[in-house]
């Protein structure tokens, strides 16, 4: 493998002076120098063909021992010296001061195509931040990350990506649901793939330890990096940062609720300071439209980061942004003026979003039918995925009865569809029959256009399940077959077509289908 390495981030920014790698607080640095731990037996399982393509890795570098060894942490490439950063962060509403990367190392940056990458590796080993943890991850939690990545960036939503998964031939000891049920697991390691992965925790961190200096090295790092757009000085520039921060956050939560997606975890450690979506841990698509769904059982009395409420988290969580770039600043108003205006661009980018899946036209208001079918989706538990897909088969001759025949499979439980709820259901797809009428497209064009924002297959939490079982009998062709099918979530591929299904009953209930723990 020939990188161009580009190591900015530890060339640029202030390192950790304490060269040993015990759990500590550690002040006035970015990273920590540190070493992947060595595993015993390391066993590449799955790569993506897509990104090694996109980062410059040829098949034959793919089929190299350089290849497993570098990715599961074995070896260290040559110029390099990988490192945890250091973050805090505001976890389910509280400050919990020092986090850091606890259990992923960075291995090193490139450039390649005119693009900056950094890999990261997932599960490599105790850092400085692991506290009480052993920096380790499981097959299954790895699994679910790998998958998901790539699902979600071929969806079409920001993302981190993911390059590898492999085994590291270890046991690790989890409690998967927190009550006292502790068991060995087979251990595993992720090569996540971005630009970069700072946080907002990242400058959450010096801002509440009053370290200015490094704050501001960080920002500036940040800006030159990453947001080469702002080509301005002074307190401006800290301004726009946050303005741009505050619109890439707002498309991708846009992009989540779109294809039904819920993060379960978002603390300001686990939010991206260039928007994408990171940290897949006990994450989930809706099965059935419920504003009120998490798949985090730490989160299950509260819902904090219910489906619902992502849009209203993603603004709370600007704000310890704002906090924390405050001291560049020092004026509470302009940095107010940006965050007062978050609600009217995520709402409108939210009616536009919605237009779209409806097939509507987007510069038209048709508030009142968008608010009529989020209310008449929850009167029946309903599959959101399924809906929005089988929509596009309405045509503008049906009846509302038959419109409503289109969309049945979607529906969990029919003998649910009383008189009360099939009236209140037929009375919106007349609305939207009469809606789609009016306007100057034939239903094929529609039926095209909805077809590219609505998906057909998502990595539901029983899917992912299944590859997880298999996995765990050396058998990885689900992982390999559920990677394939979401490569192109928006195509019929009837080949697939098993996967195009409500979640199983089995699966309504059972650990690692309805809610997960954070536990990796």
Known sequence: MNFKISNTFTKELPADIEPENKRRQVYNACFSYVTPKETSDPKLIHVSDELCKEIGITKEDVQTDEF???FTGNSVLNGTSPYAMCYGGHQFG???GQLGDGRAINLFEINHNNKHWAFQLKGAGETPYSRTADGLAVLRS?????LCSEAMHHLGVPTTRSLSLSLTGDEVLRDIMYNGNAAYEKGAVVCRVAPSFIRFGNFEIFAARKDHETLRKLADYTIKHFYPEIDIDGKQKYLDFLTEVRNRTIDMIVHWQRVGFVHGVMNTDNMSILGLTIDYGPYGWLEGFDYEWTPNTTDAQNKRYRFGNQPYIGMWNLYKLANALYPLVEEVEPLQAVLNE???I???????MMKQKLGLDVATDYASLISELEKTLQLIETDYTIFFRNLASVLQTDTSLEALGKVMDSFYNKEELNSSVKEKWMRWFDEYIQTVQKQNINDTERAVRMNA?????VLRNYMAQL????????????INEL???LKQPYNEQPTYEKWFTKRPEWARHKVGCSMLSCSS
């Not at 924002?453 to 297959?457: I, L, Q, T």
């Not at 590859?467 to 062709?477: Q, T, V």
């Open 142 to 146: 790895s699994i679910r990350e790998h």
């Open 94 to 96: 509280h400050w919990t």
């Open 342 to 344: 978050y609600e009217t």
């Open 346 to 352: 995520y709402l409108a980018k939210y009616d536009a």
């Open 68 to 70: 497993v060894s570098l």
């Open 453 to 457: 924002v609505n998906p057909k297959y």
């Open 483 to 485: 990677y394939q099918l």
């Open 467 to 478: 590859a997880i079982d298999e996995a765990d009998k050396g058998n990885y062709d689900i």
